[in-house]
């Protein structure tokens, strides 16, 4: 008999694409941000107040992940790591300021994940804002607080609003920091 892979969760935003949100603000704002310029978790915390409604009102109206590019090696690192991994991707899609504009999310990340990871099986997409509930041998995310449990393995994914937690916290937690996708493959496929 076939030995029975481990279970990979893999996040979606800032892990596998790159920020939705850098991209929506810069559209939205005309200017040219990069992401190194921040720090915190919430970019669009960067639109004046009185244009905020207008900015979400923005973001939905068209497909908010059609052009956004991959975090760079992601693709190849999960086509090799779903040859010794079950890869399931878990990722939030509601919005809290925005619940009802939300369903536009799942659709939009489902159309992504099948367009740009197609040898991932979508009957292994996990959309859920209780990603504590989802548990599996490994675990890659870019938010900490995510990464917390009986997971074998925790991995936190380099991204510019957790640059600075520090080796102590990560520790504390049994989580491990990971640069790049090279890494992580690196650690799964070779250590
Ligand atoms: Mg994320």
Redesign the pocket.
Known sequence: MAEQKKILLV?????ICQSVFLKKVNDFLGTDYKIEQFKEYLIDSIVPEDRRKEFFASFFETDPYEKLPLIDGAKEALKKLSKKYDIYVCSSCVMLNSPKSSARLFSSKYEYLIKNLPFLDPKKFIFTSSKQLVKGDVII???FSNLKGDIEQKFLFDSYHNKEKTEEELKARGVRRVKSWQEVCDILLNE
Do not use: A, E, H, V
Request: aromatic residues 24%; glycine residues 0%.
């Open positions: 996040d979606f935003d800032d892990t995310d870019d938010y």
